[in-house]
């Protein structure tokens, strides 16, 4: 099963950026298909960012296009958010989410803060 461990996450104001980073481990990382979640205070977790295993397509969340982009690098095995001209409805925690290609089997990361306040 892959593990996956986020990073990146921080207080920022409004306008500015982030980058966050999910590391993966124990699996061949090309055969899974990357996303990013979000989930604020009382909400529910919701789709912001994914990328195909080959890392050629990738899909995004209305609230977020145009500002956001997801990358993957196979080597690293890591997937990234790039997060600019953030907002405050932009904080939450974010996670990193992998699905196998094989089996369909998910895992999650254990999420990292994201605040966006002046």
């Known amino acids: 099963q892959v593990q996956l461990v986020e990073s990146g996450g921080g207080l920022v104001q409004p306008g500015g950026s982030l980058r966050l980073s999910c590391a993966a481990s124990?699996?061949?990382?090309?055969?899974?298909?990357m996303s990013w979640y979000r989930q604020a205070p009382g909400k529910e977790r919701e789709l912001v960012a994914a990328?195909?295993?080959?890392?050629?397509?990738?899909n995004y969340a209305d609230s977020v296009q145009g500002r956001f982009t997801i990358s993957r690098d196979s080597a690293k095995r890591t997937v990234a958010l790039q997060m600019n001209s953030l907002k405050p409805e932009d904080t939450a925690v974010y996670y990193c989410?992998?699905?196998?290609?094989?089996?369909?089997?998910?895992?999650w990361g254990q999420g990292t803060q994201v605040t966006v306040s002046s």
């Open positions: 990328i195909t295993s080959s890392g050629i397509a990738a």
């Open positions: 989410k992998a699905r196998s290609l094989e089996s369909g089997t998910t895992s």
């Open positions: 124990g699996v061949t990382f090309d055969n899974y298909f």
